[in-house]
């Protein structure tokens, strides 16, 4: 009896595993086969044939491909900024006791708390009050600011990691605060400050909420001008772009992977 | 802190010494960029808002009110029975879509935990990190392709007995797009607390007579309430921002705070309404999950006492 109940809910459990997985994986598929499908408009799943004619009405917009590269430029000078001063902040807080530290570290924690489009009519407001009218400019500001929390908690869990007696024994045989720094801590920090820039740099070129806000017509985003396709028009053009997009993702899984591996994601834990 | 004390070494002493005055005077350099970003581009501009939503709104004045008198019209109007119908219509759908997702991510977890093949611990890990890197367009895009009335939009409309351009059906795939997003976050915080459970204590109580599900009910999963507990806080919170989700999928027949802020600027530009709303959402975000987390970490530590 006790066997049989036992089966039973280990069945239930694996189907609810199956279905969570297909309820995960399905919608992707559909998405990848139906920017494949040669139909001139959306008919329903599966394609009955297939073509490019969707990759080629996506990187044939010219509204498609400017955003790509406004969202890449800026995906990219926001991650910089964003990891610099976000390492910067990190050595301070992992160094040093002073007053006010837990402030400052839920200060810099704290962007992921507020919501994205909170923040986004924040710096709109403030920026027209300041007679900021440059998009990109008000787009960094706003993809640097999001994206602190991600950098700085990198760094400051790479950082926590280094032994002080390494930067004492650098010191010891002479070396200076500089010197140490370069030779040693960045060393030994950089895969755990270069896998926050990933997450930063996917955060920045995904971002809808805050950007939808700030752009101009000379900084539109990507994402920005996807939304604006989908909400006119449910054409297949945006499958072939979310195609795209999920490939970049497949791309930033396998670089976070090399560089510093997707078991430690979620930590080894006691009994494995 | 053990590390900060002073050596007894003399030749290290010095170099310590030296580093520390060096460090203090550095402190204020490395903590500089960070604090002048955060508290002219976040704290301001809130400072900002919280301000703008105090004005009266002066219609046909794009780029808000400068000088406008001060009123509390525009968080009178919050309470008006439509206002409140879309509060309550947004925490309802993040609390079924947050207890859905985490009934769903819980034995996905328990896999990538328990496995015994490398192989499929990294798989389930990427897929998981992958979908929570995936752009919330792709996300959205194609849970319309799939759910939506080109996919099986009208067949599962039929079995709930409601049409597919309804707004129940509105409702439903917004749910489904929160559950969505959260099921990868969730499945990835709890997976951290239940692999440091060891597997011992549900044999020993197996060992003991209790049936399996009896053993997982009573040692398993108490012992993991405080991931399921955070990942609970975590997507709760994130739904209940959501933004992009209930904009595309709910089609206008849906619509969360987020999205009521962003009309009140795109197709209104009444600037102090906006920032009403955003400061209700921004209470309701901050009340709620703090409120929940202090009443259920209390419910917990009870239980486990008990």
Redesign the interface.
Known sequence: MTRLVDDFWKMAALGLLAVTLVFLIGPLIVAVSMSLDARGYLAPFPPKSLSLRWYAAFFGNEVFVFGLRNSLILGFSATLISAAAGTLAALALVNHDFRGKPLLSALFLSPLIFPAVVVGLALLIFFSRLGIFNGFFRLLCAHVVVTIPFTVRAALASLAGIRRSYVEAAMSLGANERQAFWDITFPLAKTGIFAGCIFAFAYSLDDVAVSLFLYDTNSTTLPVALVGHMRADFDLSVAAAATFLALITVLLIVILDRIVGLDRVVGQGLYR | ?S??EI?S?P??AS??KR?RK???Y??I???L???V??VL??L???A??VV?SFRQYVPGRV??S?DAPFTLANYVALFHPVYINYLTTMLWCASIATLTAL???Y??A????RTKSHTI??AV???L???L???????V???????GS??LGRTIATLMGISSNSSSYAIFLVIIGL??HS??LAA?LM??TI?????RLVEASQALGA???RAHLSVTLPLSMPGVLSAFLVCY?IN??A??VP??LGKGKIQFL?NL??DR??ELAN?PS??AI?MQ??VV??VITYGIGWVLRRWTREGAGA
């Open positions: 802190m590390s900060a050596p070494d030749v290290l170099g310590m580093r060096f460090l203090s550095n402190l350099v490395l903590l960029p960070g604090i970003l955060l581009l976040l301001l501009p809130l900002t808002i703008e780029g808000g400068f009934v769903m991510s034995p996905i328990y896999l990538i935990a611990r990294i890990i990427g897929l990190v992958g979908l890197f995936l752009s919330a367009l792709v996300r895009y194609s849970l319309e392709l799939s759910f080109v996919g559950i969505h099921i990868p990835l997976t951290s692999q440091n459970i060891n597997p049936p399996l599900w919170t209940l921002s933004f992009v904009m595309i987020s802020v962003y600027y795109a600037f906006g920032s955003a959402l921004l975000t901050l």
